[in-house]
């Protein structure tokens, strides 16, 4: 209790004490203590070594201590980012209370997380198995019809089930924003609006248009910014300047391009990712050193650990459909390079063209879709810089998407 923990670690780790599951119990606090105090990986791993030593005795445990060691566990693993490490625990704790639906809805999520889609599906079906009608994993089990098996009709009634009633713990924005998105896929577009303006109202969305799910409710929102209205006028006018160079550096790398993965357009959409969460891709910035050099000089951009700065390449007929942006903490900047005639982006309600050697910024949260009514190969370059509105200390801070 007053932080001596390699103290602590020393006195119950003696031999004596090996079968005692108090003692276990504090040589995991204590570890976890000194992980926590030092920022050290090392000890979080010991320490969630050791919550997990003492809940193979779990017998020993009454049900209010095994839900305080596993909680404190599954913590730890999430912090550190193994979520399968989860699974036993999560297992135990099924078995311990057969009759909760909780762990299991957990579980699911755990596996989702670790992006095991398969292992949270086979629990899934259990889970409704057992309870028909629990809208948690009504909602987990349309999220997974529509994004991995694109079974889009099917998705909408499991979300539509979840989202019968505006309470409870199936109340959320991500089963919100997936109900909606798979209402436009299926052109059901009424319906989508309707979902999304109920989303807003219940605070789920920052507005029926601006639908990201990760954001600083306090930013500033507006779908276009002037350039002007930025911190970030000498890099657009840097990147107008070198244009031609960072044309001639898009091109050479053409084979290095990548399908589109999110599977917002079905053909003809094509990427190739210079930086990501605020890193350099290793080995990209040696086939493009004008353009990366450009973007080293704004740290807003190089270290956006929520954006991205990539050429897209677009064919002709392309259509990209409706959607959002993850979050609202950054601004996206498009610089056009080639074949811009009759190329198109709606952001909100306002439609532009790029244009060859210009920028142009608006803001991914809210709805845009792109179309390509040209005859050739459309490029353009990407640079995603923080919101101007977040502090230093908020830039440092927010986990990188």
Not at 199 to 212: I, K, Y
Not at 316 to 334: D, I, K, Q, S, Y
Request: aromatic share 8%; proline share 4%; with cysteine.
């Amino acid at each position: 209790m007053e932080g001596a923990w390699s103290a602590c670690e020393r006195r119950v780790s003696v031999k004596a004490l090996m079968d005692c599951a108090r003692a276990q119990y504090l040589l995991a606090s204590a570890l976890d203590g000194m992980a926590e105090a030092q920022r050290d990986n090392r000890l979080l791993s010991r320490a969630i070594t050791a919550y997990l030593q003492l809940l193979k005795n779990n017998e020993r445990l009454s049900d209010t201590k095994l839900v305080m060691v596993a909680n404190r566990a599954i913590d730890r693993i999430k912090f550190r980012g193994v979520y399968l490490n989860a699974e036993p625990i999560y297992r135990l704790l099924i078995r311990r209370f057969p009759n909760e639906v909780y762990y299991r809805n957990n579980l699911t999520v755990c596996f989702l997380m670790a992006n095991r889609v398969d292992l949270a599906e086979e629990v899934l079906k259990e889970t409704l198995r057992l309870w028909p009608d629990d809208r948690v994993a009504l909602g987990h089990y349309g999220f997974i019809l529509k994004n991995t098996h694109n079974k889009h009709e099917e998705a909408v009634e499991y979300l539509q089930r979840a989202l019968e009633h505006e309470s409870g713990p199936a109340n959320e924005p991500r089963f919100y924003y997936h109900l909606g998105d798979a209402l436009l896929l299926l052109g059901r577009l009424k319906e989508a609006e309707e979902v999304h303006k109920r989303g807003a109202a219940l605070g789920h969305f920052l507005s029926p248009s601006q639908r990201s799910l990760y954001n600083v409710d306090r930013l500033k929102g507006r779908p276009w910014w002037p350039i002007e209205d930025t911190p970030y006028v000498q890099l657009a006018r840097a990147l107008e300047k070198s244009w031609r160079e960072i044309l001639k550096e898009a091109l050479a790398a053409k084979a290095l391009y990548e399908k589109e993965k999110e599977g917002l357009s079905e053909k003809g959409w094509s990427q190739l990712d210079l930086f990501v969460r605020g890193q350099e891709i290793p080995g990209r910035c040696k086939t493009a050193p004008v353009t990366c050099s450009i973007v080293r000089s704004e740290p807003a951009a190089a270290g956006c650990r929520r954006g991205q700065v990539k050429f897209s390449a677009m064919e002709a007929a392309t259509r990209v459909r409706p959607h959002v942006g993850p979050t609202n903490c950054r601004l996206r900047m498009h610089l056009g390079l080639s074949n811009t005639q009759n190329t198109f982006i709606r952001v909100d309600k306002e439609i532009r063209q790029w244009e060859v050697g210009k920028v142009f910024i608006f803001d991914d949260s809210f709805e845009h879709e792109v179309w390509h009514n040209g005859t050739s190969p459309r490029l353009v370059l990407i640079v995603d810089v923080w919101h101007p509105d977040l502090t230093a200390k908020e830039r440092r801070s927010l986990p990188a998407i």
